[in-house]
């Protein structure tokens, strides 16, 4: 399994353009974020889908959508750059029901690191 | 309105050494309570979890101590290693098992371990 997949890696935008992360996981599952993190203040949900079809706010939705198509991705799209968008966006995946070790871990990919000028 | 406050900063601790890195929340319906390792360059992974029926939860090196009362938890890596010089996150949600995937994430803490 290649797990979750995220690309690009990194990716410089001017401020304005739009341009879309992909995520893709292997693992069949139904729950998939995003989270963006910057220094000094962890992560922080963006957006969620609890499956294909459905997708919801997390905590700083504003300047992105997502849509979920399929079970195996979910991009995120950003509309119109802004510098304040600069950091290192997370994709993770998980079961939505319990799982055998009795939680539901989450899998993360490696990060696209954007820089919006 | 950061949910999950995270203690210290920065750590940096002798080999062989305890690490211990805290947590406090506000929201008393969180019932999950994650660490999460991140390297540089890399993801975070899942470390360890715990549910807050129980106070302490042990797996090799690492062990999560929870306080349900003071609404805080901490993370103690015995004898620390320089392969454990990673940055260390907390985090917690709602919804054990099936619902609890939106986790609040406290603001990281660097640990180095010095030889």
């Known amino acids: 399994n290649a797990g979750v997949t995220q690309t690009p890696k990194f990716q410089v935008l001017k401020t304005g353009q739009s341009m879309t992360l992909q995520c893709a996981q292997d693992?069949?599952?139904?729950?998939m974020s995003w989270y963006r993190q910057d220094p000094g203040m962890g992560l922080r949900l963006i957006h969620y889908s609890v499956g294909a079809g459905i997708t919801d706010q997390g905590e700083v939705p504003n300047g992105y959508n997502v849509s979920r198509s399929t079970t195996e991705d979910f991009p995120l799209r950003l509309l119109s750059a802004a510098p304040s968008q600069t950091s290192v966006y997370f994709c993770?995946?998980?079961?939505?029901?319990?799982?055998?070790?009795?939680?539901?871990?989450?899998?993360f990919g490696p990060g696209t690191r954007l820089t919006v000028l | 309105q950061q949910q999950v406050k995270q203690s210290p900063q920065s750590l940096i601790v002798q080999k062989g050494g305890i690490s211990i890195i805290n947590c406090a929340y506000e929201?008393?319906?969180?019932?999950?309570f994650p660490w999460y390792q991140q390297f540089p360059g890399k993801g975070p992974a899942l470390l360890i979890a715990i549910r807050p029926d129980v106070s302490e939860k042990k797996e090799g090196r690492f062990t999560i101590s929870f306080n349900k009362s003071a609404k805080q938890f901490s993370l103690h890596i015995m004898d620390s290693q320089p392969g454990d010089s990673a940055t260390y996150f907390c985090?917690?949600?709602?919804?054990w098992g099936g619902g609890g995937n939106k986790l609040t994430f406290g603001t990281g803490t660097q640990l180095k371990v010095e030889l």
């Open positions: 693992m069949n599952h139904e729950y």
């Open positions: 993770a995946s998980s079961y939505s029901f319990l799982g055998l070790a009795g939680h539901n871990e989450q899998f």
């Open positions: 929201n008393t319906a969180f019932d999950y």
């Open positions: 985090a917690a949600s709602t919804g």
